[in-house]
């Protein structure tokens, strides 16, 4: 009984063992799981704002990551702390990570009253994530939390991911009273958290140590008592991220300072230069060293050889059927690779003429075989071959001429005679053959795949039609059939070319003519298929029109002019059905019929905007005969991509089916399509004419969705990279690696890297020097200047025409890949273009507000030293006024020759630090690429919409603080106040007879010494001149502001109301100033121009909801 008892107690011992080795178990599984986890270390700060009333801080950093938060020590009455803390935050969805953010908050602890106030925000997307071996210490600029908020200084962090199961997350919400209860603190959880090992290994303590399953690693106890006296950076456990180089001497990290205006970017996303071994020889530094092979005309890209097969035509084949019918094909086979010519049906001597291209890298098979094949319904049959020793195949090199084919005899497949034979042609030779663009290529094609796809696959160039702009203008029309006699017609005309359709007002005449004068423009493109359509419409009810009658003309009969002479107008009778007015011989019965008065011309004066103003590749106008001659050449060679996101999946594997697309002025270039490759070499080269070089080359990489038997599919877009001609230097060949730099909705993302080999070179030295003092685009952009809102409708419908010309070539240059080229989405809202373009705008004035700060110093005596020698130069350049000019000319000389020696080495690529991709909100992303109109549910439109209100206020009060200043100059003479000018007045008196009787360098010695007075002799109150101009009136008491709080309407359309106010109070001002000959007539309309599309722009966002 004792004995079965013991066996029992041992049975129950050894279940309970097992059960917490299975729990063991359980928890090890799950810490593998979650060991996932985000490092940050806290480094420092930098300039920070001080805010305790001495000019001092008590800061400490607050980080936010995942629903955890966690907080650095407080560095009492510092500026520019500096933490050295380590933090680790779990991640609890390692496939969410891209969409989470870290967040770290600079705080300032009041001691009196134990609050905190922000000094500035850092905000990092799970996109700029990297591992531990990839990061860096980063010091980024402190955001504001609002926008009228002050901040200033930056933070230094080192953000990384690891996975090392031997780092434990860090406490959460640490108490932040000193930095010293931080330590104790932070002791007692490194002492808790080793007596969980100890508790493990005593329950098991009983079993034999044979059977033991170590699960955690026990840290040393003698190590962990050593570590409880080092300040909470060093107690952090040892960090094993598995490089074997970790284990060095630890190295100082590598700081890269970020601010805005700074072009510092990842090393990742930064442009490389290569030293690639090209057609002409290996490129060092922009120059080519010649090397001992002898160079082609293909020397911008790396030779590639090919094996070329032409097959012509054969004669006197065999019949193969019954019938006596023969349905013939070639196939050519190398190795595992085939290509197909199409069949022809019952033919016995075909002819094919097609070319087949064989890359000579992937060839495994020493011989060729051509083989002539009978198309059948179940089995294809032989007919014969013919086969060649690759060893014996000749080479050509261009120039020389092209290899003459020649007459092969079949062969059966024992190799004897039979009937009939094949004309060939077989060579090796490079991408340079002229027979290189049409041919069927190996290496874009899988092996044992047929050639139907050589359509879709094949390189091709393509030229954009030449357009023109259609000014239509609608004068009148008179008498009018209106199917209601009673009434008298409430006409508008409809203009439509092709798929561009405008309309004329509305207009509600008293007799049967009606009047409108107004003029419509459209694109038009050679050749003309279009007509030009009108139609007189009468409007008889809500959403009921009737047609009174339709005019068309043919485009090829209207009169073209390059100029902006007078056009005479014509008259037009209205016909009721659109084939009578399509019938030029049509015999019109009527004596008296409706007509339309109209003025139609093709204007070919203008540069047909098809691109981005931005980055236009082609600025000259569209008639020929003011074109200018060519000034250069552009070479652009297509080398490689690597490193591509896959787009697809294949076979079970992620893979992309990828070409590349060129634009430049009129010529678009693609490539053949690589298949199955993600890192596809192209290595084709081609050249453009340059005839301006404030132009831009654009280059994009398309993933191929057509190869799969559907056109319905639209093609990826992978990134494109823009060069401007002007920043290359002539005869200088520039290989970079350029990363393809996307912005998606989780954030910004590279795609790969496109290698590209550019060269610039000038025929006419002179010719491009002048250019330079020529205007940009023709002069009837001067002469008749179209509108903003003209210029982006126009735009439009251009990249639509050019889209549909260009969809119909074969293979097909499809809409999806014109639209990205010519950027047809880029005058949409965008919060992150927005934030840039003003930074950008800071950085210009950054200079500008140097100086001022310099002077401030210099008026406030900071540096006496500094301000004697300003006064004494200043003294020198009063008693000598002319050496004005001279010295602020050769100190720009100067400025110019230092920063010769910092030149870029490089053409400019994209830059996620100034184009704010690195660091835009997630809200912003979505806005951005959000349809129009928005597809977004009315609670997040409504919330868009307000954050516009706010954003409109404050725009609202600044237009309105400069319309007041502008408006109380005006009231310095206007009487408005008659005793502000009165003393202004007396005050003019004075200061002439003043100046009359005073030389004129006494009185800028005065003015000058006055401004530069020393703070002794300053007051804090404002000085009389200053209050008197405040106290002048300005015309806010006649503005809507009255209305709008006399009545507590704060609504949308009256905050518009008050803002459109402000802006015609700020342009009857402009004209005022304009208009006491100050400047010309001529730039008062273009002011006007400008300022009235602002506004038009700001309605457009307020009524739209748009930010």
Same mark, same amino acid.
């Given at each position: 009984m004792e004995q079965v008892i013991a066996q029992l107690a041992v049975?129950?011992?050894?279940?309970?063992?097992?059960?917490?080795?299975?729990?063991?178990?359980?928890?090890?599984?799950?810490? &593998?799981?979650?060991?996932?986890?985000?490092?940050?270390? !806290?480094?420092?700060?930098?300039?920070?704002?001080?805010?305790?009333?001495?000019?001092?801080?008590?800061?400490?950093?607050?980080?936010?990551?995942?629903?955890?938060?966690?907080?650095?020590?407080?560095?009492?009455?510092?500026?520019?702390?500096? +933490?050295?803390?380590?933090?680790?935050?779990?991640?609890?969805?390692p496939n969410n990570l891209s969409k989470l953010s870290l967040e770290a908050n600079v705080y300032h602890q009041n001691r009196e009253n134990n609050s905190k106030s922000l000094l500035g925000k850092v905000r990092l997307t799970g996109t700029s994530f990297v591992p531990y071996s990839d990061a860096i210490v980063l010091h980024y600029p402190l955001e504001k939390q609002g926008i009228l908020s002050r901040v200033k200084g930056e933070l230094g962090l080192k953000v990384f991911v690891t996975d090392d199961p031997s780092i434990r997350s860090s406490n959460l919400l640490p108490a932040v009273e000193s930095s010293l209860f931080s330590n104790s603190r932070a002791a007692q959880t490194q002492a808790s958290e080793q007596q969980i090992p100890k508790v493990a290994q005593k329950l098991l303590s009983d079993n034999k140590s044979e059977s033991r399953h170590t699960f955690h690693h026990l840290p040393n106890p003698s190590q962990s008592q050593k570590q409880q006296h080092v300040p909470p950076a060093e107690i952090q456990p040892p960090m094993d991220y598995g490089i074997h180089e970790m284990k060095s001497e630890p190295q100082a990290p590598i700081v890269a300072r970020m601010f805005p205006g700074s072009s510092a970017q990842p090393v990742d996303y930064a442009l490389k230069e290569t030293s690639p071994f090209l057609g002409g020889g290996q490129i060092v530094g922009?120059?080519?060293?010649?090397?001992?092979? *002898?160079?082609?005309?293909?020397?911008?890209?790396?030779?590639?050889?090919?094996?070329?097969?032409?097959?012509?035509?054969?004669?006197?084949?065999?019949?193969?059927?019954?019938?006596?019918? &023969?349905?013939?094909?070639?196939?050519?086979?190398?190795g595992n690779f085939k290509g197909i010519t199409k069949h022809l049906e019952k033919n016995k001597n075909p002819e094919w003429n097609e070319v087949f291209a064989f890359a000579g890298d992937r060839l495994q098979s020493s011989v060729l075989e051509v083989m002539v094949k009978d198309k059948d319904l179940i089995k294809d049959d032989f007919v014969g071959i013919v086969r060649f020793d690759r060893n014996e195949v000749p080479t050509r090199v261009p120039p020389d001429s092209p290899l003459a084919p020649e007459w092969y005899r079949l062969e059966d497949k024992k190799g004897e005679r039979t009937k009939g034979e094949l004309m060939l042609a077989v060579w090796y030779g490079t991408q340079a053959d002229e027979a290189f663009p049409d041919a069927w290529h190996s290496d874009a094609i899988a092996p044992d795949s047929s050639s139907f796809m050589s359509g879709l696959i094949r390189s091709k160039v393509y030229h954009s039609p030449r357009l023109w702009y259609v000014r239509v203008k609608v004068i009148e029309a008179q008498d009018l059939v209106v199917s209601d006699k009673g009434h008298f017609p409430n006409?508008?005309?409809?203009?439509?070319?092709?798929?561009?359709?405008?309309?004329?007002?509305?207009?509600?005449?008293?007799?049967?003519?009606?009047? $409108?004068?107004?003029?419509?423009?459209?694109?038009?493109?050679? *050749?003309?298929?279009?007509?030009?359509?009108? !139609?007189?419409e009468d409007c008889i009810g809500p959403n009921k029109d009737e047609s009174i009658g339709k005019v068309v003309i043919p485009l090829n009969s209207v009169e073209k002019?390059? @100029? @902006?002479?007078?056009?005479?107008?014509? $008259?037009?009778?209205?016909?009721?059905? &659109?084939?009578?007015?399509?019938?030029?011989?049509?015999?019109?019965?009527?004596?008296?019929? %409706?007509?339309?008065h109209l003025q139609v011309v093709l204007d070919g004066g203008y540069h047909v905007l098809d691109e981005s103003t931005h980055y236009s590749s082609d600025l000259r106008p569209t008639a020929k005969q003011l074109w200018k001659p060519s000034i250069g050449v552009l070479e652009l060679g297509v080398l490689n991509a690597e490193g591509l996101h896959p787009m697809k999946t294949r076979e079970g594997k992620g893979t992309s089916d990828t070409y590349c697309v060129a634009k430049y002025g009129?010529? $678009?270039?693609?490539?053949?399509?690589?298949?199955? %490759?993600?890192?596809?070499?192209?290595?084709?080269?081609?050249? +453009?004419?340059? /005839?301006? *070089?404030?132009?831009?080359?654009v280059v994009g990489v398309f993933d191929n969705n057509q190869l799969g038997g559907s056109n319905d599919n639209k093609d990826t877009k992978i990134g494109k990279v823009r060069i401007r001609l002007s920043t290359l230097e002539t005869g200088r060949v520039y290989t970079h690696s350029y990363p393809l730099l996307v912005l998606h909705p989780s954030g910004v993302k590279k795609m790969g890297e496109l290698h590209l080999a550019i060269r610039f070179s000038n025929t006419s030295f002179a010719n491009m020097m002048f250019l330079y003092s020529r205007p940009l685009l023709p002069k009837m952009h001067y002469i008749r200047p179209l509108t903003v809102m003209q210029q982006d409708m126009l735009r439009h419908q251009a990249v639509n025409v050019v889209a549909a010309r260009l969809g119909r070539s074969e293979p097909p240059l499809r809409k999806e890949v014109i639209e990205y080229i010519s950027d047809a989405d880029s005058h949409l809202w965008s919060m992150r273009r927005s934030k840039a373009n003003f930074f950008r705008l800071m950085s210009v004035f950054s200079g500008l507000f140097s100086v001022g700060k310099w002077f401030g110093e210099v008026c406030m005596w900071k540096n006496p030293i500094t301000t004697v020698l300003v006064q004494v130069l200043f003294v020198m350049l009063v008693c000598f006024p002319e050496l004005i000019l001279p010295t602020s000319f050769l100190y720009m000389f100067l400025i110019g020759v230092w920063n010769?020696? /910092?030149? *870029?080495?490089?053409?400019?690529?994209?830059?996620?630090?100034?184009?704010?991709?690195d660091a835009v909100n997630p809200d912003e992303l979505d806005e951005e690429f959000d349809t129009f109109p928005s597809r977004q549910s009315p609670d997040i439109v409504r919330y868009r919409y307000d954050r516009l209100r706010s954003v409109a206020g404050r725009i609202q009060t600044v237009v309105g603080d400069v319309a007041s200043q502008g408006e109380r100059l005006q009231a310095l003479l206007s009487w408005r106040d008659p005793r502000a000018t009165t003393i202004f007045l007396i005050f003019c008196l004075v200061v002439a007879i003043v100046l009359y009787v005073t030389p004129f360098q006494m009185i800028a010695l005065l003015g000058g010494f006055y401004f530069m007075r020393h703070p002794r002799f300053r007051h804090k109150i404002?000085?009389?001149?200053?209050?008197?101009?405040?106290?002048?009136?300005?015309?806010?008491?006649?503005?809507?502001?009255?209305?709008?709080?006399?009545?507590?309407?704060?609504?949308?359309?009256?905050?518009?109301?008050?803002?459109?106010?402000?802006? &015609?109070?700020?342009?009857?001002?402009?004209?005022?100033?304009?208009?006491?000959?100050? +400047?010309?007539?001529?730039?008062?309309?273009?002011?006007?121009?400008?300022?009235?599309?602002?506004?038009?722009?700001?309605?457009?966002?307020?009524?739209?909801?748009?930010?």
């Open positions: 049975l129950i011992k050894a279940a309970l063992l097992s059960e917490y080795i299975v729990i063991l178990c359980f928890i090890h599984f799950r810490d &593998l799981m979650s060991n996932l986890k985000l490092g940050v270390e !806290v480094v420092g700060g930098h300039d920070l704002m001080p805010k305790d009333g001495q000019g001092s801080a008590n800061t400490f950093v607050e980080l936010h990551f995942d629903h955890q938060k966690s907080r650095t020590a407080i560095k009492d009455k510092d500026l520019s702390p500096m +933490w050295n803390e380590s933090f680790y935050f779990n991640i609890s969805d922009g120059r080519v060293i010649r090397g001992d092979r *002898p160079s082609s005309s293909y020397d911008l890209v790396e030779q590639m050889k090919y094996l070329y097969v032409r097959v012509v035509k054969a004669r006197d084949l065999p019949t193969m059927d019954v019938t006596g019918s &023969l349905d013939p094909y070639v196939e050519v086979k190398v006409a508008y005309v409809k203009v439509q070319i092709g798929n561009q359709v405008l309309k004329t007002k509305t207009v509600q005449s008293r007799t049967m003519n009606t009047v $409108w004068n107004e003029e419509l423009m459209f694109v038009a493109a050679e *050749p003309f298929d279009d007509h030009l359509i009108l !139609v007189v002019r390059a @100029d @902006d002479h007078f056009i005479r107008s014509r $008259w037009f009778g209205l016909e009721r059905s &659109l084939s009578a007015a399509m019938d030029e011989h049509q015999v019109k019965k009527d004596k008296f019929s %409706s007509r339309l009129q010529k $678009w270039i693609r490539t053949r399509t690589i298949i199955n %490759s993600l890192s596809p070499k192209y290595n084709e080269q081609y050249t +453009w004419e340059v /005839f301006d *070089p404030a132009t831009v080359l010769y020696r /910092f030149r *870029p080495q490089y053409p400019p690529h994209m830059n996620t630090r100034i184009s704010h991709a404002p000085s009389a001149p200053i209050n008197f101009f405040r106290r002048l009136p300005a015309r806010t008491d006649r503005n809507h502001d009255a209305l709008v709080s006399a009545h507590g309407y704060v609504s949308a359309f009256f905050r518009t109301g008050v803002c459109f106010g402000n802006g &015609l109070r700020a342009r009857l001002l402009l004209q005022k100033i304009v208009q006491s000959h100050f +400047w010309s007539r001529k730039y008062l309309l273009l002011a006007e121009s400008s300022f009235g599309q602002s506004c038009a722009n700001l309605k457009v966002f307020v009524l739209t909801g748009s930010e």
